[in-house]
């Protein structure tokens, strides 16, 4: 064996023979095993074996990848699986392995399941497990399963074995992922048929052992008692079983005797027993003299179970299920040690336990069966098995097997042990159940799939084998070989019946089966169909305590039940005693029983009778579930007093305390029973409780500590407190914002890791629930306080009164919270005018244009008609038009319409068209850069993140594409600006996104437009294009336009119908529910769109990647996995040859195309292409695909409507808007007559969903939430300069029309001239107040404001307010700025609020704990969930240049890298403002190290230049060439020489050529005598100084041009300079400049009042993108230069690091605010750019970028 494997073997010397023959096949081969052989062969080391090979496959450069494998071994009972996990753990503990047991008894966290390698499970209890969506994740990583007795096919639960291995093989063929199937049995007559089934191979995998392999020979005996008479016949067979006992226990052997029944253990022992006593043979059984005696004596002492101890003083047990298991387990100990000869058993023993005797009597073969209501004789199964225990392989050298059974049975049993009968299958009595469970998982959607997954089962294989047993002829298998007809009638009529109990709905027409939340309950809840059948017909809407513990008991689970005579007296007494609610029909009848059992259970009633005792444990071990069930089916009927009484009763059942006994109770162990009592006794309630202090408890309960405990207990109760706040959405939806907030102290001991809550709105009136929700409270979410919850309902007018949201515990009782939300005060928004009608007019023909060069634009005859009626509006009118029409309706043919006439009529006047993404802005480029603009003569440029174009572009441009935010970041300063002054028509696209996080902006720039307007007096043409609104007149109003120019067609009106089907599916958790949606997702292209394209969106990226696998893998399971290429094989590969992401090609060669932001350029190009050209059939996206690139489908499927937002930490619901523009995507013009869109969604959210996607949303404005950096841009760009001001420019905007229209949507409860005026105002005074707090504006007694320096820089570089604040207090303060590093500044940058919606995704806290471990500076470990630190390790990961976890982190620090540039230019500014030299240049030097990923203070320059190895290092330091400026300065020829031995030639041309780029520029520097007066009195202590710095640049190696050498940075970056003029011996910055240029430059520093006392002046020129090529020069202010600086690495001093607060006041304003004095000497230089533009260079705003709805996986 392998060394690692005999740690699993330890005390082993060799294998016996039956392991030695199969050893190669198990430890060498992956292959199904069947292995029959008899008892006591050592199958369970064959199962060791093949866990070993496992375990070696799992070996990774000798490193066990734990977390890549599961076993699970199904044990066919607990005592069993007990006892296996037990030996498994004891023997895989060497190898590091964890071994658990998961049964009824035994459950497991999801944490200890993925810590678990090996599960020992009931097949019962993995069907569970695997048959919920939710669990597949780890049922996928199973990658051995053993099923130990696979006999047991013949027993009742062979039916849940061949759901598992039917489920098994048809997760392998489909999945694709192998998993080994390991059969174990006992000697079986039809070996090969289990086989077949097992799909093992016959030849290799099939082991076969007669009963001569047994280890120990046995003799078996058959006695046959021909008494007729049934007492005699009994005592008989007692005298014959005692003498048989005797005689082994005479020869020193231990013997069993085996009965049918629990009852029948004790009274069979007993009359054993009193046999010896009669007989005087009671020595021989006493084990008083064995040396362990005593000690064990005191364990059976301790046993509740009287019988135990007396039959253990005589030398007897007894042992059966219904025993509890320590009494079992002492039982199985006292046997084992000796100390009980003669042990009485039922066959549990058997199948269970490993504990063999010498001798084994089977006392009677006759059992009783609760299904038959009558006795049948023992299956020879059973026989065997028994038989199995006899002889112990490491005592006995034979065993000895005794049958006692009537004298008409004998033949019978001998002719079954010489020809065994072949074994049966069960499985058409569970058909009903098994075949929902898998509808439920999604494995079989239509009866052709169950007839094929019929095909997998051990059923299939016997009905062709005995097609008489099932119903069937020889002929009928003759005819159909198949059986096809056979099963799809088995199918068909099960189907029926779960469509009449409602568990699902049967089409018999399609053969389509869907699922129901009925089935769906039954199935997760293991409820079977007779139970379902009984809740339909027996559960009502409002049910008492009683009634519904009445209901419980009619439940088929219990249906084994029955009532015995000796326990009549003791119900009575426990009906009595015990039973708090009324009980149906008393201890007589069977459902009485079970009541008052269930009832006793919950009081914790003492139990006399043993089979009592057995029977409560029965009936508790399936209580909990069935109420849980229920519960969930009274949830989805919408049943609230229901759902409210039945999750009490399930948390009564968990914690078997009833609902009226006091809720301290369940602080179990804390308060004793006595202070218990007295609460109850007097009343003492939570509530009142609550409000008392320590001493009055004390006085009450009259003891002051218990008083202390109970109060603990109070503050330890949960509880939530509500609020909510509602705004109508339309007349008949509401939305509601709910406010959650625990108050109550958290203790681990009580409320472990998390809590959970149901929290639902509900209507009592109308007795009904309108939403439910699952709420976790963890323990981290504790700290955070308040948590939000949004979600919406519907209303019914006339208005009830009001609406209640209960929040109720899912596991303590009585908690719960109620709010109410009262309607009093609700205002509806106005009814919304009608749509326009869309006219029968004929279409248009474009010859109407009337204007040859026009009409040649366009490949098409005529206009559609939506075009055709605005037509005259657009083309030969000047008024502002809103058009309002569905996706795809030729919206952008109407924007040109538009933009043809202004060039017409108004040639020198600019189109701005305004587009909400990036994406959109590019396809808009690429769309007219083709076709329109060049045939036009028109001149266009584009405005983003990406591309700020030079002034004289934008000056010359005729039409300028931009985002919002970038229009926004240009016109705030729009005095200055000439061409914001020239727009003539305003486009704005997607204009219904202004209710959307970015509207807020497309609010302001549309306000500021009409501003400008108004001021310039040159009217401005809007024209707003958008899905059909509800409430367009309201938009028509803002945007100023007339009745004329409103088009706003109903969503109907397509060029293209669209047929749209809303499926709901259910699941707490996302991922699952994603998962889940894959099956439906790929059924519904087949549906419907067979061969024609498909666009399916995602909300992730990874989602993109798990979607396409799947699709893949249920392709392949239909043996046509190429069905969606459309393309030669050999032209296909071509095209993967061109992806170059692996996941992408992996994907394209099975025709599925993925498409998000984190593919490059060329990889989204190439899939749009083979998309459009049909190559590919299957297109799966992120949404932004649906604004991005017009590529239209077929069909459409939205799988999931929610993503992860970062912010919040948690799964949100997509704007309508992005779903409807989804949906949008469906049909195409030219090709379809019909569209499909297929919206899978959260269950809860269908019916929104309905409602909305007919007919139009309302736009609202969300600008009251965002107010504070619009308002600081209009005082820091000089529109608003007082309160009066703020108050009139929020009349301008759409806000304050909404305002009007819908008061209640705003928090505002009236509508008259003094609310509106009070509300508004109250709005400005706190927006203008927190921005006084934050030191952007001053904020004067006289209600005027003034812009500050931070509130400008803010402003000019797009940031949010809190981060000028933030940069304020830990940049500019003198305590701050004296103890700066580099660390410091890091921490700040990474402070900033832009970096708030960096996603940190599910787990994602987990993967920054491991990046935090390999970069330079600590963060803090309790904030690795937080984007800021994220933002954090990303970037000093982006300096070491470490590889990064996931391509999502890649993403992620791209779009950090794209933020960043901006933040730091403001940083700079800011420091600069203060005149801080040490913040200003360590701010620097990190904008160095964010373009290069280096370290400024680490490693060395050289790490820039491609190709630089430690060694190439070594060899130019050698030759003195290890700095940059030496580099630059070498002779070409030496450098060549040197680097031929370390780079092959391509690698030296990139490193030269690189080298290339890097300027090398000489400064110098003069003062100048300054012209300026100072701007305060003239003054002996201070005077006026001009500086005169000169740049000159010559470059070797490069032709001229400014883009530098970036490598790393996203971005084209080009390159530009800071001159920082310092004081030399103060450390203060005295003025700062950026400058940019080609050869030459020579610019001014002006500084209007110098420090006579400062001598010494620097002048620093830093690179803004490359480290170490920095220079200093130092000039005496006399003029002379007394240090010339060459381009070096200089080090500035470092001090600790310190943050503070907030700025520190008192200081001196410095008038020279950065750049002053920025014109430029007459001198020769070639072009000093001003680098214009939003964020100066590089300086990205933060648009939407590609994609996305950022997400988190689990």
Not at 174 to 186: D, F, P
Not at 299 to 311: A, F, H, K, P
Not at 942 to 968: F, H, N, R, S, Y
Not at 1282 to 1300: H, K, P
Request: glycine share 6%.
């Amino acid at each position: 064996m392998e060394p690692f494997a005999q740690k699993a073997f330890e005390g082993f010397q060799t294998l016996n023979r039956i392991q030695s023959r199969i050893y190669q096949r198990a430890f060498y081969s992956n292959e199904n095993l069947l292995v029959c052989a008899p008892t006591g062969a050592g199958k369970t080391n064959i199962a060791m074996i093949t866990v070993l090979h496992e375990v070696g496959a799992n070996f990774k450069n000798g490193v066990l990848q734990k977390n890549d494998f599961k076993v699970v071994y199904v044990a066919p009972m607990k005592a069993l699986a007990a006892e296996m996990a037990a030996a498994f753990g004891r023997r895989l503990a060497p190898l590091g392995l964890a071994v658990r047991e998961l049964t009824g008894d035994m459950q497991l966290t999801k944490r200890e399941m993925e810590e678990t390698q090996m599960i020992v499970t009931t097949p019962e209890k993995w069907d569970v497990i695997t048959r919920k969506s939710s669990d597949v994740s780890m049922a996928s990583l199973v990658r051995l399963l053993v099923i130990d007795e696979v006999h047991l096919l013949n027993d009742d639960r062979g039916p849940v074995i061949e759901t598992l291995v039917a489920r098994t093989l048809r997760q392998v063929e489909s999945s694709q992922s192998m998993i080994r199937i390991v059969g174990l049995s006992a000697t079986l007559p039809n070996y090969t048929e289990v086989a077949q089934f097992l799909r093992v191979n016959l030849d290799t995998g099939l082991f076969y052992f007669d009963a001569s392999y047994r280890p120990v020979p046995l003799s078996q005996q058959y006695i046959g008692v021909s008494e007729p008479n049934f007492a005699r016949r009994n005592t008989l067979m007692h005298e014959i079983a005692y003498e048989k006992a005797m005689n082994a226990v005479k020869n020193g052997k231990q013997a069993m005797v085996f009965v049918h029944s629990r009852k029948d253990t004790v009274k069979t022992a007993r009359i054993l027993m009193e046999t010896a006593q009669r007989n005087g043979e009671v020595e021989l059984f006493n084990p008083q003299e064995q040396p362990q005696y005593k000690l064990m004596e005191k364990d059976v002492q301790r046993s509740r179970n009287r019988e135990l101890g007396e039959l253990f003083q005589a030398g007897f047990g007894i042992h059966h299920a219904g025993m509890l298991r320590p009494d079992r387990s002492l039982t199985e100990k006292l046997f084992s040690m000796g100390l009980v000869k003669v042990l009485v058993c039922t066959a549990t023993l058997a199948w269970g336990v490993n504990l063999p005797a010498h001798t084994v009597i089977i006392k009677g073969t006759q059992l009783y069966d609760a299904k038959v209501g009558g006795f049948r004789e023992l299956g020879m199964l059973d026989v065997m098995q028994i038989f199995g225990r006899a002889g112990r392989p490491q005592f006995d050298s034979s065993g000895e097997g005794i049958i006692i059974t009537a004298h008409n049975q004998l033949a019978h049993y001998l002719r079954l042990m010489t020809h065994q009968m072949p074994i049966e299958s069960q499985f058409v009595a569970m058909l009903k159940d098994n075949l929902n469970a898998e509808v439920v998982l999604g494995t079989v959607t239509n009866v052709k799939e169950a007839s094929a997954w019929l095909g997998y089962t051990y059923l299939f294989v016997r009905m062709q084998a005995n097609p008489l047993a099932y119903g069937m002829t020889w002929q009928d298998v003759a005819m159909d070989p198949g059986l096809v007809a056979r099963r799809q009638a088995l199918i068909t009529e099960a189907a029926r019946s779960l469509d009449r109990a409602k568990m699902m709905r049967f089409d018999e027409r399609s053969g389509q089966l869907y699922v129901t939340e009925l089935g769906r309950v039954a199935s997760h809840f293991y409820i079977r169909y007779t139970s379902v059948e009984t809740y339909n017909e027996l559960l009502r809407r409002h049910m008492s305590e009683s009634e519904i513990v009445d209901l419980i008991a009619r439940s088929s689970e219990f249906e084994n039940i029955v009532v015995r005579e000796e326990e009549m007296p003791e119900l009575f007494t426990l009906r009595s005693k015990c039973c708090p609610l009324d009980v149906k029909g008393g201890p007589e009848d069977k459902i009485g029983k079970i009541n008052i059992l269930i009832q006793v259970y919950l009081s914790r009633g003492f139990l006399d009778s043993f089979s009592l005792i057995a029977d409560t444990a029965y009936v508790s071990a399936s209580l909990g579930r069935i109420v849980r069930a229920l519960f969930e089916i009274a949830l989805k009927r919408g049943w609230c007093s229901l759902a409210a009484s039945l999750l009490e009763m399930a948390k009564a059942v968990d914690q078997r305390i009833w609902p009226h006994q006091h809720p301290l109770r369940q602080f179990e162990g804390v308060l004793t029973q006595e202070v218990l009592f007295k609460l109850e006794d007097r009343g003492l309630d939570l509530d009142r409780l609550c409000d008392m202090d320590d001493n009055e408890i004390a006085a009450i309960i009259r003891s002051p500590y218990a008083a202390k405990l109970v109060s603990q207990c109070v503050s330890q109760f949960p509880y939530l407190e509500l609020d909510a706040h509602i705004s109508p959405i339309t007349r008949t939806v509401l939305q509601v914002t709910l406010y959650v907030t625990p108050t109550f102290q958290w203790k681990e001991r009580f409320h472990g890791n998390s809590q959970r809550w149901w929290i639902w709105v509900e209507d009592s009136e109308n007795e009904h629930i309108y939403h439910t929700e699952y709420f976790i409270l963890s323990k981290k979410m504790m700290a955070q306080g308040t948590h939000t919850l949004s979600f919406t309902i519907p209303i019914f007018e006339p208005l009830p009164p009001q609406y209640y949201v209960r929040a109720i515990s899912d596991n303590w009782l009585s908690s719960s919270s109620t709010h109410t939300i009262s309607f009093r005060h609700l205002i509806l928004p106005e009814r919304h005018p009608p749509h326009t009608e869309l006219l029968n007019l004929r279409p248009l023909p474009v010859t109407a244009l009337g204007d040859p060069q026009a009409v040649s634009l366009y490949g098409f005859s005529h206009f559609n008609p939506i075009q055709t009626q605005a037509f005259h509006t657009l083309y030969h009118t000047d008024h502002s038009v809103l058009l309002g029409a569905p996706t795809g309706s030729g919206k952008t043919i109407s924007a040109e319409l538009a933009m043809l006439r202004l060039f017409r009529t108004q040639p020198g006047m600019k189109v701005i068209y305004i587009a909400p993404l990036k994406a959109l802005v590019r396809e808009r480029m690429e769309d007219w850069g083709k076709n329109f603009m060049p045939k036009l003569g028109k001149c266009m440029v584009e405005l983003t993140g990406d591309l700020t174009p030079d002034m004289k572009l934008l000056v010359a441009a005729d039409v300028i594409v931009a985002t919002p935010e970038k229009w926004d970041g240009i016109t705030r300063s729009w005095h200055n600006r000439s061409y914001a002054q020239t727009v003539g028509l305003m486009v704005m696209d997607e204009i219904h996104l202004l209710g959307q996080d970015r509207g807020p902006v497309l609010e302001v720039i549309v306000s500021r437009m009409r501003y400008i307007s108004a001021r310039t007096a040159r009217p401005i043409r809007f024209l707003g294009l958008s899905t059909a609104l509800a409430n367009a007149r309201d938009l028509a109003d803002w945007l100023g336009i007339e009745r004329v120019g409103l088009f706003n067609f109903k969503p109907s009106v397509r060029p293209v119908p669209l047929d749209v089907h809303i499926q709901g599916y259910p699941g707490k958790f996302y991922c699952p529910r994603m998962n889940a949606m894959n099956k439906p997702l790929y059924a519904a292209i087949l549906t419907h769109s067979p061969v024609k394209p498909v666009l399916v969106f995602v909300s992730s990226r990874r989602q993109t990647r798990l979607t396409a696998l799947d699709l893949i893998q249920y392709a392949a399971a239909d043996e046509r996995p190429r069905q969606f290429v459309h393309a030669g094989e050999e032209e296909m590969e071509e095209y993967v040859e061109m992806a170059s992401s692996a996941e992408l090609k992996h994907a394209l060669q099975f025709g599925i195309g993925l498409h998000h932001a984190g593919l490059t350029q060329g990889d989204r190009s190439l899939v749009e292409t083979l998309f459009a050209e049909r190559k590919i059939q299957v297109l799966v996206c992120t949404s932004t695909l649906a604004w991005g690139v017009n590529l239209p489908a077929h069909l459409v499927v939205v799988k999931g409507t929610e993503y992860f937002d970062g912010k919040q930490k948690r799964y949100v619901e997509m704007p309508i808007t992005d779903v409807l523009q989804m949906m949008g995507r469906a049909g195409r013009p030219q090709f379809d007559n019909e569209a499909k869109a297929v919206i899978l969604v959260h269950e809860p959210k269908k019916s929104f969903y309905k409602k909305f996607l007919y007919e139009p949303f309302p736009v609202e404005s969300s600008l009251h939430l965002v107010l504070h950096d619009h308002l600081n841009a209009e005082v820091a760009g000089g529109s608003i300069a007082s309160v009066q001001d703020a108050m009139d420019y929020l009349t301008w905007t759409f806000f304050f029309r909404r305002l009007l229209c819908n008061p209640s949507f705003y928090g505002l409860s009236d509508t008259s001239a003094e609310s509106i005026n009070v509300f508004l105002s109250d709005l400005v005074s706190r927006t203008l107040a927190d921005l006084d707090a934050a030191g952007c504006i001053a904020l004067h007694e006289d209600g005027s404001v003034d812009p500050l320096p931070p509130g400008l820089i803010a402003s000019q570089y797009y940031l949010h307010f809190t981060t000028a604040a933030l940069f304020t207090a830990n940049l500019t303060s003198p305590a701050a700025a004296a103890g700066v590093t580099l660390e410091t500044v890091l921490h700040v940058l990474c402070g900033a609020a832009e970096f708030d919606e960096l996603p940190v995704r599910h787990n994602e806290e987990f993967v920054n704990a491991e990046l935090a471990k390999h970069v330079r500076w600590k963060v803090d470990h309790r904030t690795y969930d937080d984007p800021h630190t994220k933002t954090n390790l990303l970037l000093q990961a982006h300096f070491s240049r470490l590889a990064m976890p996931m391509s999502d982190y890649e993403t992620d620090l791209k779009s950090v890298l794209d933020q960043t540039m901006r933040v730091l230019q403001a940083m700079i500014d800011t420091a600069a403002t203060a005149g801080r030299l040490q913040p200003s240049l360590l701010t620097m030097h990190l904008t160095q190290m964010v373009i290069q990923a280096v370290w400024y203070d680490l490693g060395s320059p050289l790490a820039m230049l491609p190709h630089v190895t430690p060694s190439l290092e070594e060899a130019l330091s050698a030759a003195r060439l290890a700095s940059l400026s030496s580099l630059l300065t070498a002779s070409p020829h030496h450098l060549r020489q040197l680097l031929s031995s370390h780079l092959s030639p391509s690698a030296r041309a990139n490193f030269l050529q690189a080298l290339g780029m890097l300027p090398r520029v000489s400064v110098s520097v003069r003062m100048m005598p300054s012209q300026a007066k100072s701007a305060s009195a003239p003054s002996a202590s201070t005077a006026a100084v001009v500086v005169e710095v000169s740049l000159r640049r010559s470059r070797p190696y490069q032709p001229h041009s400014l883009r530098a050498h970036t490598p790393f940075f996203p971005k084209v970056k080009e390159e530009g300079w800071w001159v920082v003029l310092a004081a030399a011996d103060n450390s203060s910055l005295l003025a700062l400049k950026r400058v940019s240029f080609t050869h030459r430059l020579t610019t001014r520093l002006h500084v209007p009042e110098l420090q006579a006392s400062t001598k010494q002046l620097s002048v620093h020129l830093i690179s803004d993108c490359y480290v170490g090529l920095d220079q200093l020069v130092t000039v005496s202010t006399d003029g002379a230069v007394t240090a010339q600086g060459t381009p070096g690495h200089y080090v500035i001093e470092h001090a600790g690091f310190t943050m503070a607060a907030v700025a520190a006041g008192g200081e001196k304003k410095r008038e020279h605010v950065l750049g002053s004095g920025e014109e430029v000497s007459e001198g020769r230089q070639e072009g000093v750019r001003e680098l214009e533009g939003v964020g100066g260079d590089g300086g990205g705003v933060p648009e939407e970028d590609e994609d996305e709805f950022f997400e988190a996986e689990g």
